[in-house]
């Protein structure tokens, strides 16, 4: 069965560092969508993205946040300069237009330092 | 804007038991509600949805959740609880099925033998 994956599962980095993660939507998806988890919260929306733009980005998706899809399979998250509070899971997400559900990646565990 | 609510922590059943998670929602419009499961380390799985049609939705590994739009409410239920279903469960909705997801706080189901 097709499924989402993330890369990587965990990254640790310092304050202030960008990082890139990065996801696989299945392949037929159109739509691409980024959440984030942190420790003991709830998960929160940060961004839906198709047809190579943003539809809906959440309060907490700023300028420090970017979102690419550099190529056919490939759909990024950006973080130009990492703050302590961006420690988090976060989760990728795709869905297509037909079954409008949103199908999650395992995530990557972010801490940053 | 949209809210979801999960009044337990944490739900005791004993195996062979029927289980009950309890959701409710705060949407404008017609809500598209969904339940989805994590177990440790892994990501967010799509159980069940109800967008419309009868109010009780049936899904995965025999989980189904009743729609009652007075009581403005989506709880899982499912009739004979395994050691097996213990994890964490979220409810979420949407405004539309490509919309951003809107999550509660989950609700740990223990179940024990």
């Known amino acids: 069965e097709p499924e989402v994956t993330q890369t990587p599962s965990h990254q640790v980095t310092q304050m202030g560092q960008e990082v890139i993660l990065r996801c696989v939507p299945i392949s037929n998806h159109l739509y691409f969508y980024w959440y984030r988890q942190i420790l003991g919260q709830k998960v929160e929306f940060l961004v839906s993205f198709y047809n190579n733009e943003i539809s809906e980005k959440s309060e907490i998706f700023d300028d420090q946040f970017s979102v690419e899809r550099p190529d056919g399979s490939n759909f990024t998250l950006k973080i130009r300069s990492t703050k302590l509070e961006d420690s988090a899971m976060y989760f990728c997400?795709?869905?297509?237009?037909?079954?409008?559900?949103?199908?999650f990646g395992p995530g990557t565990r972010l801490l940053v330092l | 804007a949209q809210s979801v609510a999960q009044p337990e922590d944490q739900v005791n059943v004993a195996e062979g038991n029927p289980l009950t998670v309890k959701c409710t929602y705060s949407v404008s419009g017609n809500p598209y509600l969904f339940w989805y499961v994590q177990y440790p380390n892994r990501g967010l799985q799509f159980l069940l949805k109800y967008i419309t049609g009868d109010n009780l939705v049936k899904g995965s590994y025999g989980f189904e959740a009743e729609f009652n739009k007075s009581q403005t409410s989506f709880h899982l239920k499912k009739p004979s609880a395994l050691v097996s279903d213990s994890a964490l469960y979220f409810c979420a909705v949407s405004r539309g099925g490509r919309r951003a997801l809107t999550f509660g706080s989950g609700t740990r189901l223990q179940v024990q033998p």
């Open positions: 997400a795709s869905l297509t237009e037909i079954q409008e559900t949103q199908y």
